[in-house]
């Protein structure tokens, strides 16, 4: 019967050998499904559409701080009210309290005790005084206390509901703010992972179009054909050329659209609403063939985007995050409507 030899084992090398080898097959498939990093014109694209999708919130925000501001000054006023209500019962009371003690020096019971005990305290007051149970001063005084406590009531009442919208206004600015620094945020992130060269081939891309539409941040001064409150409204716009783009801000160092559009006209003496939707519903709307100098101009849609009309087919407006205001064919963006203030 021969003698059967068992297999050698492998070598500590061979094992490490066989090991690497079983390592490097196990990369093939992850490295041939790498996605292939975005070009230049990728990165772009998404950062513009990231800026784009950033600006209806940003209106959205821009609404809910106007109200969260009407809703703060109607808390405050209430709170007022509330006060002064609570400092005329503690008056009246101190002005109950001799008549009360009189009351009880007489053996009788404290008309104030029996008005709260009354089903119907008008009933009571009614037939106590024509009881003589109590004096005219007395029943007037005790009438006066009932009748600030129901309004006192009522105070605290709409004052807890004004506090409560206040509260969700609060809520829905965090959450717009929230979304629109999320967008930022990537937009952000998408530039920071191109090289220097990359980026300046993007701003050199940038630039290029802004030449081809005839788009310029550069200091100008207005020289058209508007008068009156237009044409200061337009001279309010081109002082701030070259100013930077901030969601939510309305001046002076910077401006979002809406931002921009409703200083430029406060400053010719016509008080318009916050955002691009209010001023859209408020305005009386022209058609883009009547349109005039100082009309403002609604892109995309009624909620998103404006500028003002200056003439020539040009519209001057704050672009975008990372633009600053400028000059631009009014054609350099899908038309929507426009409206004269």
């Known amino acids: 019967m021969g003698t059967h030899r068992r297999p050698k084992p492998p070598s500590r090398a061979r094992i490490a050998t066989l090991g690497m080898a079983a390592g490097a097959v196990s990369l093939l498939p992850t490295q041939s499904q790498a996605a292939p990093e975005p070009s230049v014109d990728e990165v772009r694209k998404q950062v513009e559409k990231l800026y784009e999708e950033a600006e209806a919130p940003t209106e959205e925000y821009n609404g ?57 305290p008008e009933e009571y007051l009614d037939k106590a005084q024509a009881l003589g149970r109590t004096s005219d001063r007395q029943a007037a005084a005790l009438r006066a206390l009932q009748s600030r406590q129901r309004e006192l009531a009522q105070e605290r009442a709409d004052a807890a509901k004004q506090l409560k919208s206040l509260q969700e206004a609060r809520t829905k600015a965090k959450e717009k703010k929230d979304e629109v620094t999320a967008k930022l945020t990537k937009a952000r992130k998408l530039l920071n992972s191109l090289t220097a060269s990359q980026r300046a081939t993007m701003e050199a891309d940038q630039k290029r179009d802004d030449v081809a539409a005839g788009t310029s941040d550069a200091p100008a ?87 003002i009309y200056i003439g020539n087919g040009k519209a001057i407006h704050a ?15 899908p038309f929507y409507a426009a409206s004269r203030p």
Not at 68 to 94: F, M, Y
Not at 224 to 235: H, L, N, V, W, Y
Not at 240 to 246: N, S, V
Not at 319 to 333: A, D, F, H, L
Request: proline share 5%.
């Open 64 to 120: 809910v701080l106007e109200k969260q501001k009407k809703l703060q000054g109607e808390v405050d006023g209430a709170q007022d009210r509330l006060a002064r209500k609570q400092q005329e019962i503690n008056e009246l009371r101190e002005k109950i309290g001799p008549l009360a003690a009189a009351q009880y020096r007489t053996g009788a019971i404290d008309p104030s005790v029996q008005l709260f005990l009354a089903s119907d």
């Open 221 to 307: 001064s207005y020289n058209g054909p508007a008068s009156g409150r237009a044409k200061t409204a337009i001279e309010f716009a081109y002082a701030q050329l070259g100013k930077p783009y901030e969601w939510g801000s309305t001046g002076p160092s910077s401006y979002d659209c809406s931002g921009l559009v409703g200083a430029a006209w406060r400053s010719a003496g016509v008080s318009l609403p916050r955002t691009v939707k209010q001023m859209y519903d408020a305005g009386r709307k022209v058609s883009q063939a009547d349109l005039q100098p100082g009309d403002i101009i609604y892109w995309y849609n009624d909620s998103q985007h404006n500028g």
């Open 319 to 333: 672009p975008r995050t990372g633009k600053n205001i400028e000059i631009t064919q009014v054609s350099y963006m």
